[in-house]
Structures are given as C-alpha cells and as structure tokens.
C-alpha cells in the first residue's frame, strides 16, 4: 500500500516548477492529485500523465487572486473526492527590482498571488478540513523569507508573510488536527525568474545562479512527501532547503 493512498491532495501553481513536480511525487505515494493553476493545457498534459501512470488526478483551471475561483477549487475538489486531506499553497511569482523603481503592478501581482492566493485557498481549505477533524496546509515560503537585500525587498515581503500567516495558522488549528508546514526552498531551477521585467534584478539573478548548482524541483516535492507522510502525531512546521554550494 502506497503511503498517501486514500488522500487527497491539491496542489496549487502545478503547471510548471515546483507545484508540477509535487503533483506528480504526492500521486506516486497513492494520492487523488487536484491539479490547479492557469494555464490548463499543462495542467491537461500532467493529469493525463499521471492518469497514464496509474494514479488519480484531475486538472481543475484557477487563478488564486480570484476568491470565487480559489474557494471554487477546494469546493470542486471536495465534491469529486470527497474530502481534502493536503493543500499545497504553491502559487508563487517572483518579479524582482529595486523598491525605487516604482514598479507597483508587480508588487501587486507578488502580494495577490503569494499572499492573497495563499489565504483565499486556505480559507477554503480550513472550513473542510475543520469538519473532517484532519488535515495539512503545505505553505510554499521561500528563503528569501528569513533575509532580504536590495531588489529582494517586496518578493522577500511576501514570503514573510506567509511565514507569519503559517505560524498563526499552526496555533490557530492545531485544536483541529490540522499541521501546517512552511516549505523555503533556496535556488531551484524553475521557470520563476522568466517573469523577471527589470533588466538589473534579471542579470544580478542571473549572476548569482551562475555560481551555483540549483536544486530540482523533485527535491522539494521529495521533502513535501516526507513531510506529509509523517505519522498523525508529528507536525513538521519548517523545512529550509539550499542548494549544497548557495551561501545565503
Ligand atoms: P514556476 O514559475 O515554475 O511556477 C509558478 C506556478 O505558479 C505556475 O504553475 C503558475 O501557473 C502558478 N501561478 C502563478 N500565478 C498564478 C495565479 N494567479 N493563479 C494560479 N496559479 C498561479 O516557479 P516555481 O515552481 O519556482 O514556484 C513555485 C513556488 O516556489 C512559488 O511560490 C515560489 O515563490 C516558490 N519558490 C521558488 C524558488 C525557486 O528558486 N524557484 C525558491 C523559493 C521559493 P500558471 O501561470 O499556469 O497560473
């Protein structure tokens, strides 16, 4: 027997990266995948292939920053499957530049699809899991949460305070049997920096990945399964991953 099999796990942001990856590792344990982002030609393609492989998942299109569509997402999956044990909060845009340039969309978009997004689903998720008396929020941070630096400033901003909300969260379910855990995974090699306007805050990325050896995104979806696999009794809240060679 598979270790997640009975469970059903949404993964938001999982047509590309990280969140794809994760769909496909939870689906190798045993679990009903929910695949949610929007683009749903990817999204069609990851089903089909886990479908192929002999798992259970299904493409559900969302744009997070929509409450409707994010609190559409948990209700449509509760009503396929019956229940949601998992919610991989994942959903995530990185556009980097200096505060000083102004570039207030992007600060926008960053706090609506990684804040927003993040409690919009979560609000959902929380009134289900409530009711069943289990369940685990996976809150994808970043290590960007724990420091910042110049052109870091409102992505690092973000990240924290899905840290915050994480923590709050913990004290606040723990009544329920519900775990909740912060995943900040360092450099992964993804398609986040292709959404990077700002010339300087793309090349000092760029600089920067140059001198490293990036993670996958299999070694987050590694550490999410080793996370929700862990017995009822044990809530693991933080998990840090860097790349052997990033030094901060
Ligand atoms: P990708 O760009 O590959 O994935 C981002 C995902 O978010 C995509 O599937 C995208 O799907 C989805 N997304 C973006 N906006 C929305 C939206 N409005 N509604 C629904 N889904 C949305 O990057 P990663 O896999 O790297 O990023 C995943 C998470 O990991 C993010 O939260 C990111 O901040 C975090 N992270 C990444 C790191 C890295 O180095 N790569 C390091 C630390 C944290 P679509 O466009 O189809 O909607």
Known sequence: MAKLDGKVAIVTGASSGIGKATAEALAAEGAVVVAAARREDRLED???????????ALA????????E????????????????DILVNNAGVMQLSEIEKGLSD??????EVNVLGLL?????AIEVMKE???????NISSLA?????????VYSGTKMAVNSISEALRQELLEYNIRVTMVEPGAVETELPERITDEEAREGLNTMLEQLD???????????????????????????????????
């Not at 559900?60 to 409450?67: G, I, K, Q, R």
């Not at 994010?70 to 209700?75: M, V, Y």
């Not at 996370?227 to 052997?244: D, K």
């Open 120 to 124: 919009y689903a979560t609000d959902a």
């Open 69 to 84: 569509q994010a609190h559409g997402l948990i209700r449509r999956a509760r009503e396929e499957f019956g229940q949601v």
């Open 46 to 56: 990851l089903v089909e292939r886990i479908n192929g492989d002999g798992g259970k």
């Open 214 to 248: 990036p993670l996958k995104a299999e070694d987050i979806a590694n550490a999410i399964v080793y996370v929700v696999t862990q017995p009822q009794r044990v809530s693991i809240n933080e998990i840090l991953i860097r790349p052997t060679n990033q030094p901060n």
């Open 145 to 153: 949460s724990r420091g910042t630096r110049p052109g870091l400033g």
């Open 60 to 67: 559900l299109e969302c744009d997070v920053t929509d409450e």
């Open 132 to 138: 069943q008396g289990s369940g685990h929020l996976i």
């Open 106 to 111: 992007e600060w926008r978009t960053m706090f």
